[in-house]
């Protein structure tokens, strides 16, 4: 069965590094999200990707995240200049179409953790 | 603001008991409602969803939920619970009936099966 996959399962970072989180969706998906919770926290929408743009992002996306899909396999997750308060379960999913009319496939996550 | 409200953090109950999950959203338009399932070291799978149409929706492995627009509610229940239904279960709306393209959960209910 189709999966997507994430890389590393588990990153530790130190405060201020750069870190790229990395995901393959399901081949033939066409929208691609980032999601992230922080321990005991809900899980939360980050940004949604489709037709190499973002669509859609929330008010945690600020100037120190960004997206890229550099080769049509992959989408990656790149935060800049990390902060403790990064440190979290970032889940990468893709949808064949808009979530109303499909279902979206979740990785199993990158733990992050910054310190 | 849209929003999801899960109650109860942890719930326990015996093999072959009834299980079930309490959700409660906030919408002032329509929702779009899914339930996620995380086993151990594994990502979110869907349930089940419902947008429009029949009520009372149901998912894999013997879940169902139903939609009641009078009590804000879309509780989830399986009559019969296995060992295997252990997992974090989490409810989730999509704001606007649908218009945006992401996923607002709630905080997750771990829910454990005793033998």
């Known amino acids: 069965e189709p999966e997507v996959t994430q890389t590393p399962s588990h990153q530790v970072t130190q405060m201020g590094q750069e870190v790229i989180l990395r995901c393959v969706p399901i081949?033939?998906?066409?929208?691609f999200y980032w999601y992230r919770q922080i321990l005991g926290q809900k899980v939360e929408f980050l940004v949604s990707f489709y037709n190499n743009e973002i669509s859609e992002k929330s008010e945690i996306f600020d100037d120190q995240f960004s997206v890229e899909r550099p080769d049509g396999s992959n989408f990656t997750l790149k935060i800049r200049s990390t902060k403790l308060e990064d440190s979290a379960m970032y889940f990468c999913?893709?949808?064949?179409?808009?979530?109303?009319?499909?279902?979206?496939?979740f990785g199993q996550g990158t733990r992050l953790t910054v310190v | 603001a849209q929003s999801v409200t899960q109650l109860g953090s942890h719930v326990s109950v015996s093999e072959g008991a009834l299980v079930l999950l309490r959700c409660n959203y906030s919408?002032?338009?329509?929702?779009?409602l899914f339930w996620y399932v995380q086993y151990p070291n594994q990502g979110l799978q869907l349930l089940l969803k419902y947008t429009t149409g029949a009520t009372l929706v149901k998912g894999i492995n013997g879940f169902e939920a139903e939609f009641k627009k009078s009590e804000t509610s879309f509780h989830l229940t399986k009559p019969s619970a296995h060992m295997s239904d252990a997992a974090e279960y989490f409810c989730?709306?999509?704001?606007?009936?649908?218009?945006?393209?992401?996923?607002?959960f709630g905080t997750g209910t771990l829910l454990a099966v005793q033998p």
């Open positions: 919408s002032s338009v329509p929702p779009y």
């Open positions: 081949s033939n998906h066409l929208y």
């Open positions: 989730a709306v999509s704001p606007y009936g649908g218009a945006t393209n992401k996923l607002i």
């Open positions: 999913a893709s949808s064949e179409a808009r979530i109303m009319n499909t279902e979206a496939f």
